[in-house]
């Protein structure tokens, strides 16, 4: 009877562990089908809130790494003191008359505090740091030279936040030139008559921060043009003005005007040019000559011209001076160029001989 009592005892206890490992696998599998029911919007608002946490960590992170750091304040060549300075912190700025107080440098012109006094950035080099006051004047002298020698043009004073275009002396006639730039002693151009904006900090490698001056040499250009040739040429008759120019020797003469920078002059307002020719004419038999000023090389008597004579009737065999003259838009002379051509038109042999020709163009607003 107590034999038999026993094995019951152990079977009921198998049993009672075969029904709690059931339940527990049952309870697992409900666990897991419950994770896998999760939707995909759940997922993806817990990994951003994961992030974020991990970003700000991180940015905690960061600024309890900025740590202080010493560094040297030079003054001069042989003063200076030590200060301590931390990314974000304040520190004293420096003031001097006259000048405008910009921060504390390096050498090679990097800010670690700005003008506000505030410190810009942490420091982790091994080497000590040395750091400089840099300040700006207030105001500059500029001095005005022409072929390496002073000008009598007065010297200019002003601020170094100051538009350059506004107060120097564009546009000023020296003699028959008008200024129209102005450069460093290299001959670089620093500014240009059709610069809109330009400033004295555009330019602080020509700048003495000590003596707040600087020197520009002055860039000119020609507000008239004037040449003339003495070659005699003979003009014969073919029967009317017709299309082709016969003419022995040159069938024109080209006038070049070199020295002249259009571009400049209308960027300074200068609109028109007023173009004069005179021309010692001669006939040598009855007749009418003609005269015409193109801006280009003509192929033919129908290419447009900018002005001509009309007929020049009856000059008689004696040498006479004849005159023309016309008021162009200046943008008719792009090419900076002048040809002017000779004819004769009538019946028989009207020749006529051209014994030198004076042009001159002058510019004007």
């Known amino acids: 009877m107590g034999a038999g009592s026993e094995v019951k005892d152990r079977m009921k206890a198998k049993m009672q562990m075969i029904i709690a490992v059931c339940i527990l696998c049952l309870v697992l599998v409900s666990c897991s089908s419950q994770k896998e029911s999760l939707d995909s919007s759940d ?98 002298t500029i001095t005005f030279f022409q072929n390496g020698r002073e000008v009598g043009i007065p010297k200019l004073t002003c601020s170094y936040d100051k538009n350059l275009r506004e107060v120097l002396p564009f546009g000023e006639l ?29 330019m602080q490698h020509l700048l003495d921060m000590e003596k707040r001056e600087v020197d520009l040499e002055i860039k000119k250009t020609f507000t008239s043009f004037q040449d003339n040739r003495m070659d005699t040429y003979e003009v014969t008759d073919s029967g009317f003005f017709r299309q082709k120019l016969h003419i022995k020797g040159n069938a024109y003469d080209r006038f070049f005007m070199e020295e002249v920078d259009l571009q400049a002059l209308k960027s300074l307002g200068y609109q028109s040019a007023k173009i004069e020719l005179s021309c010692l004419i001669q006939e040598v038999s009855d007749g009418n000559q003609y005269i015409r000023v193109y801006a280009q090389k003509a192929s033919s008597r129908n290419d447009e011209f900018l002005f001509e004579s009309g007929k020049i009737e009856d000059m008689g065999q004696e040498e006479k001076l004849y005159t023309m003259e016309a008021t162009v838009p200046i943008e008719k002379l792009e090419n900076r160029e002048l040809y002017v051509y000779y004819n004769a038109g009538g019946f028989g042999n009207d020749d006529w001989v051209s014994h030198g020709m004076t042009i001159s163009v002058s510019f004007i607003k």
Do not use: H
């Open 43 to 140: 997922l993806a608002a817990t990994t951003e809130e994961i992030v974020q946490t991990s970003k700000e960590e991180d940015t905690k992170e960061q600024l309890k790494e900025e740590k202080e750091y010493q560094a040297m304040l030079y003054i001069e060549n042989d003063t200076y003191y030590e200060m301590t300075l931390k990314k974000g912190a304040s520190v004293q700025t420096l003031s001097r008359d006259g000048y405008q107080f910009e921060g504390y440098y390096t050498d090679t012109d990097i800010a670690y505090v700005g003008a506000d006094g505030e410190v810009l950035r942490g420091y982790y080099g091994v080497e000590q740091l040395k750091l400089y006051p840099k300040f700006l004047p207030l105001n500059y």
């Open 174 to 202: 020296l003699g028959e030139e008008c200024i129209i730039g102005f450069q460093d002693r290299a001959g670089t151009v620093v500014i240009d008559a059709d610069t809109e904006e330009f400033y004295l900090k555009d």
